[in-house]
Nanobody, 118 residues
């Protein structure tokens, strides 16, 4: 498994921006598909964004399309989630996850809290 450490969460107002980071402790980082998930109180965990290991192709959940951008820097073993135009409904714990090539996600970070006030 991969150790993942997220950072960058915080408390912001609606309309503000935040950038989350996730650093992975693995030599073969480029071989991992990476994802960002979130879980709000009383709700199930949902995928926010992912970026494939081979093509670097990004995909996004419908609720964040056009506002969030995921990127990766393989030289730094890091993925980012740029979150713009934040809404109160974006409030959640955000988790970074890793999947070997196209397998299922099996490594998770500890999560970082994002709170958006109206």
């Amino acid at each position: 498994q991969v150790q993942l450490v997220e950072s960058g969460g915080g408390v912001v107002q609606a309309g503000d921006s935040l950038r989350l980071s996730c650093v992975a402790s693995v030599r073969t980082f480029r071989m991992y598909t990476m994802g960002w998930f979130r879980q709000a109180p009383g709700k199930e965990r949902e995928i926010v964004a992912s970026i494939r290991w081979s093509s670097g192709r990004e995909s996004y959940g419908d609720s964040v399309k056009g506002r969030f951008t995921m990127s990766r820097d393989n030289a730094k073993n890091t993925v980012y989630l740029q979150m713009n135009s934040l809404k109160p409904e974006d409030t959640a714990v955000y988790y970074c996850a890793a999947a070997w090539t196209s397998a299922a996600y099996d490594s998770w970070g500890q999560g970082t809290q994002v709170t958006v006030s109206s």
